[in-house]
């Protein structure tokens, strides 16, 4: 089971980035999905969460407004759309699969994690 997350990058405050992940090994249509993130010299953080059907999405207060979580089940794909990007987002993103439906997030209830995506924001 392998969670590929892609699109990460440099990119100035105020730009706009769409991050990727893309399970492959088995299905994930039936689990939550969720986002986090670790800044350098911080501890992790999570950024977004969504549910089985994307019916429930929730978000860290620091994106809310920001950033949208998002999943194609066809694709057993799911992404983050991050906007006005501010130089506290940089960070490491990681993908994680869930073990429950619902959206969720703590990050002891995932599973199934990806490798991560550099996202880099310059001021």
């Known amino acids: 089971v392998q969670l590929q997350a892609s699109g990460g990058g440099l990119v100035q405050a105020g730009g706009s980035l769409r991050l990727s992940c893309a399970a492959s090994?088995?299905?994930?249509?039936?689990?939550?999905m969720g986002w986090f993130r670790r800044a350098p010299g911080k501890d992790r953080e999570s950024v977004a969460a969504?549910?089985?059907?994307?019916?429930?999405?929730l978000y860290a207060e620091s994106v809310k407004a920001r950033f949208t979580i998002s999943r194609d089940n066809a694709k057993n794909t799911v992404y983050l759309q991050m906007n006005s990007l501010e130089p506290d987002d940089t960070a490491v993103y990681y993908c994680?699969?869930?073990?429950?439906?619902?959206?969720?997030?703590?990050?002891?209830?995932?599973?199934?994690w990806g490798q991560g995506t550099l996202v880099t924001v310059s001021s």
């Open positions: 994680a699969a869930a073990r429950g439906a619902m959206a969720t997030m703590r990050p002891n209830m995932y599973n199934y």
């Open positions: 090994g088995r299905m994930f249509s039936n689990n939550g």
């Open positions: 969504i549910s089985w059907n994307g019916g429930n999405t």
